[in-house]
């Protein structure tokens, strides 16, 4: 049983074209969600932490938000610079990080 | 501040050897998980290691062991390597204050043939 699910599995956008990732978890006691980026060939780069539903975090053009059964990444003008795999993690029951498949995104120019 | 450090980057093993996986935590860390990752997948928790005891352990087989040092390092251990131990081997670390966010280092490529 999957316990975090990302979607799409890959999405292609434009650059400039925004739109938004998903990541929906069913762990109980979650502790927290993190959003990560990955390049090919290289380990995951931090980006978020949240800890409460209705929270928000922001850094240039992407921003991440929660509720209690899922969080969304939202990308607002994309470059191709941001073409990276896209994963997120639930920590819960005290120690156990759990990732999801991640969403692969390619923005052309 | 260092960041995560990993060694090697790369190795190519047989089936039935052992190798060893080596990380360097990032400056201040005390905790030390390791994973892996086969391709198009997300990372796998294998185990963590917190002030030199393992802190908690994935669904990975006994032969999958670690250790981790007084100064934070740690070593990744594997034990008659099979095919599918193929991968990308990622050690994160975290601090003493905060366990939660990791900081991942770059990973070894593991190849089994």
């Known amino acids: 049983e999957d316990q975090v699910t990302q979607s799409p599995e890959a999405l292609r956008l434009q650059e400039g074209e925004s739109s938004s990732l998903n990541c929906s978890y069913t762990?109980?006691?979650?502790?927290?969600l993190f959003w990560y980026r990955q390049d090919p060939g290289k380990g995951p780069e931090f980006l978020f932490t949240?800890?409460?539903a209705g929270e928000e975090k922001e850094k240039e053009r992407l921003k991440a938000t929660l509720t209690k059964k899922e969080s969304f990444l939202h990308i607002t003008a994309p470059k191709p610079e941001d073409s990276a795999t896209y994963l997120c993690?639930?920590?819960?029951?005290?120690?156990?990080?759990?990732f999801g498949s991640g969403t692969k995104l390619n923005v052309k120019p | 501040e260092t960041g995560v450090t990993q060694s090697p980057t790369h190795l190519i093993k047989t089936r039935g050897q052992q190798v060893t996986l080596r990380c360097s935590s990032q400056?201040?860390?005390?905790?030390v998980s390791w994973y892996q990752q086969a391709l198009g997948q997300g990372p796998q928790f294998i185990f963590q290691?917190?002030?030199?005891?393992?802190?908690g352990r994935g669904n990975f087989p006994p032969r999958f062991s670690g250790l981790q040092f007084p100064n934070y390092s740690s070593e990744l251990n594997v034990n008659a390597l099979e095919l599918d131990d193929s991968a990308l081997y990622l050690c994160?670390?975290?601090?003493?204050?905060?366990?939660?966010?990791?900081?991942f280092g770059p990973g070894t490529r593991l190849t089994v043939l």
């Open positions: 994160a670390s975290s601090s003493q204050v905060s366990t939660d966010t990791q900081y």
């Open positions: 762990v109980s006691g979650l502790r927290g």
């Open positions: 949240l800890y409460s």
């Open positions: 993690a639930v920590l819960y029951n005290f120690n156990k990080f759990y």
């Open positions: 400056s201040g860390h005390n905790t």
């Open positions: 290691y917190y002030r030199e005891e393992e802190n």
